[in-house]
């Protein structure tokens, strides 16, 4: 006999493990996990059906509309230069206050930058807080994707916060994607059939990371709405309305030094503001996070031409150039945003927007000269991890490493 055994309590078994004479007791719950069920269900089909008026809404806002990537280009909005008011960065509010967004929100995508842009996000709160008097802003800095914390309502409120993100080519970035997450830290090899199969899953990525649904309450399934528009051809009408026109700013990673100017330019900032040292700088290893160890990032790269591995990688460049490329509006997304940097460029003047990037160069070779050496990444040269150190001498794990330095240098 099991005289001490436990009966595991479950949904299922719950109003038999009640005395059978409390008849009301199980009545109660029986109602209640039916109401719960039902709003349940409710709740889920009221998600598809946000998904489905959403891209009849899109469908709609676009009838008539020959959209070209030209068309849904934007000018990101110039804000006058000084005089300095109060209302001059009207996003930065104290850490800890009542607003439900952060002041400054970054959207983190991997293997665009990212940790050095999280530098520059922190860098921003800290210095632009300094000037606001409200000590540091408040703003992000994990990764999370838009559309969970964002919604189109949320951003007309009364005090917005400032949204931005960068994006990268969709073909490198996927490829560092699998370098880093499949190669480097699970041991995958560099096989065609596998890669190539990863590859395909890394569609819509960058767009899926960026999306900003219209309600609240948001999509049910971020993939199915992608997969309605294109379906009914309203890739161009879908991201001008959930991307571009959500966003303050989208920088390119290969244009950043030009990005960082535009938002030089915009947003009022000095050039101090955006100066960090490269989480690249780190000799190799990512940040020590995963498995609580330092891991040596693989680099298609690290391949000789002879070897099995390089042959594989010139086939997965023809897979890039072709399948990689159908049903994947990242590349369009990108396109868009490379047009919108050059309608910005020529609206601000290029001359003005090409002197920044100068000085902006200038300043950071500066630091590098000076702050290079006194920068403690969460991984050593060797590979030894180095927590405790970092965490001095950097904002965020291996973002902003040095930035005491950097301070000292800019002023």
Partial sequence: MNVGRRRRLTAGNIFHVLPRKNCRIRLILAVTVAVLFLHVVFLCENLKDNDTSYVQYIQKTSLGRNLTIDS??????WTPPPPITADLYPWCRPEGSSMSLPGLMYIKIDKTSSSTLTGINIRLAHRVGARSEHGVCSHTREHYRAYTRLSADRLRQSSP??????????????VSHYFHFYVSRQGYGVQYGVMSSILDSLKNFQTLYVIIPPRKRGFSNPGNVLAQVMESDLSLAFLNEAVLQQYNFIGLVERFDESLAVMKILWNLDLGDLI??????????????FRNSCTKIVKPGDYGQNSKEFKVLQRIQQYLWTDFRSDN??????QAVNKSLDKTIAELGKLRVEQTVQ???????RVETKCQSSAVFPCSQN????????????????????????DQVVG
């Fill in 72 to 77: 849904i280009a934007r000018i990101w909005t």
């Fill in 161 to 174: 916060p400032l949204v931005w993100t960068f994006l990268r080519d969709p073909t490198t970035r996927a």
């Fill in 276 to 289: 960090v040292l490269s989480a690249k700088k780190s000799g190799g290893y990512d940040d020590g996070r």
């Fill in 329 to 334: 509006l990242d590349f369009a997304l990108y």
């Fill in 359 to 365: 000085q902006l160069r200038r300043m950071r070779g």
């Fill in 383 to 406: 590979g030894t991890q180095q927590m405790e150190k970092s965490a001095k001498n950097c904002y965020w794990y291996d973002s902003g490493c040095a930035f005491q330095c950097v």
